[in-house]
């Protein structure tokens, strides 16, 4: 049957009898019977939290000291793509060419092969192996590299030695800090609001928030941070700053000017990952507009769309080649990965940026890399490691873990700190996020 509610007109039983003019709604309680009280807060912007990234996609360990440094390999062979021609002499200031070394030259379509007569710190002098000799080359953008050596007989070995080069890079962790405060008055009123995880505390809810915001700031600082330049004002300020993941990959990786929309975006992409390691798979962290460009760029690609492809990226599936929510595909040797970041969709953080300027996605490569622990002095000395990609480091002996530090301080819940009518519940953290092989990575920024 159906039952009549009075809005504002009801009327108490002096028994527990259930009847019509006594039946009383939640609404009508939280309205009108007490006014002060809401069962839930309405969240009209969803869940609001923006960090889990760092966590699910990067590993953390612990570390005691003010700085981190690690040292990355460089490559095992050397090109120039810049070198200037002479007739038979190339300039390359502080080039590693050597006497007795063969080298490849090439500009345009000419291509030629010589062997190295004479050095010195800025030029090279090469014998053209064929009777053309090396007037076909350009003047200019030559590019140069060594394939081989070859020497007479009964001569003496090569001269000098090729170390590898290596980068020697830091980073220096961040001291961030949050405080959530209530007066003792206040923390008196317990039944205003149901919170998430139950019970009828108003200001836990605030708290909660709280904890939210300081929790997402804890990402955010570690994506989007920056080194302090020398003579900066925030150097002088005392305040070092961070290299965020961000920061790392422009200045040591890859960036992608606006949105990859169509394959030849993603052919340039996978040429560019060719010449940095080959990495198999990736995450490729996207905002709204990113992520709707791979969904409509892989929705033409099947045997029904002129000009598109079979169905193989999609493991032979005619069902996952008609789906415009992708998760993945793959292209060459390549596995991407996608899966939006609700950091750069969020219209009260990065999603504010204007769109000339915003970070459109970050391609992330899974897996692990070989690094050498410390500062490499360029003599085999060093502990060789194996890191992740991406590292969450923070500070922590046996006396402190500085992870995630939570205290009350004040005189309400039986905490007895000082006299003030307070509750204060403090949060700080000391940590950096540790971006290894920044050459594997690559951002996508603003528009073309």
Same mark, same amino acid.
């Given at each position: 049957?159906?039952?009549?509610?009075?809005?504002?007109?009801?009327?108490?039983?002096?028994? $527990?009898?259930?009847?019509?003019?006594?039946?009383?709604? +939640?609404?009508?309680?939280?309205?009108?019977?007490?006014?002060?009280?809401?069962?839930?807060?309405?969240?009209?912007?969803?869940?609001?939290?923006?960090?889990?990234? /760092?966590?699910?996609?990067?590993?953390?360990?612990?570390?005691?000291?003010?700085?981190?440094?690690?040292?990355?390999?460089?490559?095992?062979?050397?090109?120039?793509?810049?070198?200037?021609?002479?007739?038979?002499?190339?300039?390359?200031?502080?080039?590693?060419?050597?006497?007795?070394?063969?080298?490849?030259?090439?500009?345009?379509?000419?291509?030629?092969?010589?062997?190295?007569?004479?050095?010195?710190?800025?030029?090279?002098?090469?014998?053209?192996?064929?009777?053309?000799? +090396?007037?076909?080359?350009?003047?200019?953008?030559?590019?140069?590299?060594?394939?081989?050596?070859?020497?007479?007989?009964?001569?003496?070995?090569?001269?000098?030695?090729?170390?590898t080069d290596f980068?020697?890079?830091?980073?220096?962790?961040?001291?961030? $800090?949050?405080?959530?405060?209530?007066?003792?008055?206040?923390?008196?009123?317990?039944?205003?609001?149901?919170?998430?995880?139950?019970g009828y505390l108003?200001?836990?809810?605030?708290?909660?928030?709280?904890?939210?915001?300081?929790?997402?700031?804890?990402?955010?600082?570690?994506?989007?941070?920056?080194?302090?330049?020398?003579?900066?004002?925030?150097?002088?300020?005392?305040?070092?700053?961070?290299?965020?993941?961000?920061?790392?990959?422009?200045?040591?990786?890859?960036?992608?000017?606006?949105?990859?929309?169509?394959?030849?975006?993603?052919?340039?992409?996978?040429?560019?990952?060719?010449?940095?390691?080959?990495?198999?798979?990736?995450?490729?962290?996207?905002?709204?507009?990113?992520?709707?460009?791979?969904?409509?760029?892989?929705?033409? /690609?099947?045997?029904?769309?002129?000009?598109?492809?079979?169905?193989?990226?999609?493991?032979?599936?005619?069902?996952?080649?008609?789906?415009?929510?992708?998760?993945?595909?793959?292209?060459?040797?390549?596995?991407?990965?996608?899966?939006?970041?609700?950091?750069?969709?969020?219209?009260?953080?990065?999603?504010?940026?204007?769109?000339?300027?915003?970070?459109?996605?970050?391609?992330?490569?899974?897996?692990?890399?070989?690094?050498?622990?410390?500062?490499?002095?360029?003599?085999?000395a060093g502990d060789?490691?194996?890191?992740?990609?991406?590292?969450?480091?923070?500070?922590?002996?046996?006396?402190?873990?500085?992870?995630?530090?939570?205290? /009350?301080?004040?005189?309400?819940?039986?905490?007895?700190?000082?006299?003030?009518?307070?509750?204060?519940?403090?949060?700080?953290?000391?940590? +950096?996020?540790?971006?290894?092989?920044?050459?594997?990575?690559?951002?996508?920024?603003?528009?073309?």
């Amino acid at each position: 049957m159906a039952l009549d509610t009075p809005t504002i007109n009801i009327t108490p039983s002096s028994k $527990k009898v259930p009847l019509k003019t006594n039946y009383i709604s +939640l609404f009508d309680y939280s309205s009108h019977a007490d006014a002060e009280t809401h069962e839930k807060i309405a969240k009209i912007y969803g869940s609001q939290s923006i960090s889990g990234m /760092l966590y699910m996609l990067g590993a953390e360990a612990a570390m005691a000291s003010d700085k981190f440094i690690w040292t990355e390999e460089g490559r095992l062979h050397t090109v120039y793509k810049d070198v200037a021609r002479t007739n038979n002499v190339f300039t390359k200031a502080g080039h590693v060419f050597r006497v007795g070394e063969t080298v490849h030259l090439s500009s345009g379509t000419v291509k030629r092969r010589g062997i190295i007569t004479a050095v010195d710190a800025n030029t090279f002098t090469v014998a053209a192996y064929k009777a053309a000799g +090396l007037g076909g080359l350009a003047a200019t953008n030559v590019i140069a590299f060594v394939d081989g050596s070859e020497f007479k007989k009964g001569t003496s070995g090569m001269q000098g030695s090729l170390s590898t080069d290596f980068s020697i890079l830091d980073n220096k962790p961040i001291i961030l $800090k949050d405080k959530f405060e209530v007066n003792g008055s206040d923390t008196a009123q317990i039944s205003w609001v149901q919170t998430d995880e139950g019970g009828y505390l108003w200001f836990l809810q605030d708290q909660i928030d709280t904890r939210r915001r300081w929790e997402d700031r804890l990402e955010l600082a570690l994506i989007n941070g920056e080194k302090a330049d020398t003579g900066s004002a925030a150097e002088a300020n005392g305040t070092t700053g961070t290299e965020g993941l961000f920061e790392a990959i422009r200045e040591r990786g890859n960036t992608f000017q606006g949105v990859a929309d169509a394959i030849s975006d993603w052919d340039d992409i996978l040429k560019a990952f060719d010449a940095e390691g080959k990495i198999q798979d990736y995450m490729f962290y996207v905002n709204r507009d990113q992520s709707l460009a791979i969904d409509n760029m892989l929705g033409e /690609l099947n045997a029904g769309y002129d000009g598109g492809i079979s169905y193989g990226i999609f493991d032979n599936s005619k069902d996952m080649s008609v789906n415009l929510g992708f998760k993945g595909f793959t292209r060459g040797t390549y596995n991407f990965f996608k899966t939006d970041w609700k950091m750069l969709n969020e219209p009260t953080l990065l999603g504010a940026v204007d769109a000339a300027s915003r970070v459109n996605g970050v391609l992330i490569p899974v897996g692990t890399k070989e690094v050498y622990e410390g500062a490499y002095n360029g003599n085999g000395a060093g502990d060789k490691i194996t890191t992740p990609f991406l590292q969450c480091m923070y500070r922590a002996s046996k006396a402190s873990n500085r992870k995630y530090q939570t205290w /009350l301080t004040g005189n309400v819940f039986g905490v007895h700190t000082d006299d003030d009518d307070v509750m204060r519940e403090n949060h700080l953290s000391e940590r +950096l996020l540790n971006t290894v092989g920044g050459n594997n990575f690559m951002i996508f920024e603003g528009e073309e």
